[in-house]
């Protein structure tokens, strides 16, 4: 075992397959949300999971979307991706969240979503679902962290359990370094500053696995 292995306690074990089933839920107005959501389910299926990947439902007016190019255009090209239900969470082992930060707190798609599981939540259908969220920004500091720490106050309130990356591999300090979720900062032309593909596989695999352990240890 080399240093870094030592350091970051990599192991055997953790390329070993898992049967866990994760739903990777998102919301996205450009597209930033969308290709992290997808490269965590290219991240997660490596690991052997079987993956959805599902969008919140929108809340903003047609009108309103029309009327931004790049916006419309994201809406057009996901037409087919299937939006999110309850029943996928209680399907679910384990969830990624992906979603943009609006003044440093989740998007209101989002979180009228997260406000309809009161139901499974007092049925303790959501005890013990490993979570992990990933979140975008325009500026480097622009709310990314508290837009993450604020979707897992919500994830506390359910019982879940928070899974995420810490420095857990090398991969973390070349993609911005943030422990508790990739976040990606977005220019002005709309494309990712930080290389994050790595680090949201990585991700996506360490919620995996410790999906896996959850369903051993049961």
Not at 96 to 123: E, H, Y
């Amino acid at each position: 075992m080399g240093i870094l292995e030592k350091i970051f306690g990599k192991t055997k074990e953790s390329n070993e397959m898992s049967n866990v089933k994760l739903a990777v839920i998102y919301y996205s107005m450009g597209g930033t949300n969308h290709q992290l959501a997808k490269w965590a389910e290219e991240g997660a299926k490596e690991h052997g999971a079987e993956v959805k990947v599902l969008k919140v439902p929108e809340l903003a007016p047609q009108s309103v979307i029309d009327a931004n190019e790049d916006w419309k255009a994201h809406v057009e090209s996901t037409k087919d991706v299937p939006e999110v239900t309850l029943d996928d969470l209680e399907w679910a082992d384990a969830i990624i969240f992906s979603v943009p930060t609006r003044f440093g707190n989740m998007p209101a798609q989002m979180k009228q979503f997260l406000d309809t599981t009161g139901g499974l939540w007092f049925n303790g259908k959501l005890v013990n679902k490993v979570v992990s969220a990933m979140s975008s920004a325009q500026n480097p500091h622009g709310g990314q962290e508290a837009t993450i720490l604020g979707l897992y106050t919500t994830m506390h309130h359910w019982g879940a359990l928070i899974a995420s990356p810490g420095y857990t591999d090398p991969v973390q300090f070349t993609s911005g370094g943030n422990p508790y979720g990739v976040s990606v900062t977005v220019g002005q032309d709309g494309k990712m500053v930080e290389d994050v593909e790595a680090a949201v596989k990585h991700q996506a695999k360490r919620t995996v696995t410790i999906a896996e352990w959850v369903k051993k240890a049961n």
